[in-house]
């Protein structure tokens, strides 16, 4: 599970389109109390950041928006509360980075 740190414009179809895949999954843990991947840290860096995960899903979406996609799931941004903005890292961005652009994909460079 990865919520990427970067911005979705950055991100190949492959990444785009699995992290909001997991942001909705990761949404689903977070708002409705679900089990799985409960305290994996990507889960924990969310928790009171619902707002802050909301942003991201709504930059996603956006993104793909702009890429041609249709997106038919919104989240309920009543649940979107807490603090605003990320600012947890399991990876800093730079690493991020290097991690996108070590995979076999076409994300776009970044310097």
């Not at 979107?80 to 290097?98: H, L, M, P, R």
């Not at 070590?102 to 460079?109: E, N, Q």
Request: aromatic letters at 10%; one cysteine or more; proline letters at 4%.
């Amino acid at each position: 599970m990865r919520i990427w740190d970067i911005q979705p414009h950055f991100l190949c179809r492959k990444h785009l389109l699995g992290e909001h895949r997991e942001l909705h999954a990761l949404w689903n843990i977070l708002t409705q109390g679900k089990k799985g991947y409960q305290n994996h840290p990507e889960t924990c860096r969310w928790k009171e950041k619902l707002r802050a995960l909301y942003n991201r899903h709504e930059q996603l979406v956006q993104e793909l928006k702009a890429r041609g996609y249709q997106h038919k799931s919104p989240l309920n941004s009543e649940l979107a509360t807490g603090q605003d903005f990320q600012d947890e890292y399991i990876d800093s961005i730079e690493v991020q980075k290097q991690i996108l652009k070590d995979k076999d994909c076409p994300c776009l460079l970044f310097d």
